[in-house]
């Protein structure tokens, strides 16, 4: 049985900092690509960042460029968010998810919650004023 299980949210004020952690099992980690999307009350799911299987590939959305950083730990089977100068439009659910993706090294389509088999049930962060 597949499991992703985020950790790491909570309160925090813009300009501050939370790193997220998501723990794979029941899954080969290293055989899938792994991103964070995140989903605020009332919006569609939105894709924030994505790694490649062994993490030389990475894709962020345009508004966490220079502030997100993504990167994974396959001996630990685990994804981190490093999330820097929080914003209150941050603040959202955000869910890790796994996904197998074609036989290039890279992810085609990161952006597409269709390429993701795997969903953790996500972490909440809020970023207060």
């Known amino acids: 049985q597949v499991q992703l299980v985020e950790s790491g949210g909570g309160l925090v004020q813009a300009g501050g900092s939370l790193r997220l952690s998501c723990a794979a099992s029941g899954l080969t980690f290293g055989n899938y690509h792994m991103a964070w999307f995140r989903q605020a009350p009332g919006k569609e799911r939105e894709f924030v960042s994505a790694?490649?299987?062994?993490?030389?590939?990475?894709y962020y959305a345009d508004s966490m460029k220079g502030r997100f950083t993504i990167s994974r730990d396959n001996a630990k089977n685990t994804v981190y968010l490093q999330m820097n100068s929080l914003k209150p439009e941050d603040t959202a659910v955000y869910y890790c998810?796994?996904?197998?993706?074609?036989?290039?090294?890279?992810?085609?389509?990161?952006?597409?919650?269709?390429?993701?088999?795997?969903w953790g049930q996500g972490t909440q962060v809020t970023v207060s004023s």
């Open positions: 998810a796994a996904g197998v993706g074609s036989s290039a090294p890279y992810l085609t389509t990161p952006t597409s919650t269709r390429i993701y088999e795997y």
């Open positions: 790694v490649s299987r062994r993490g030389g590939y990475t």
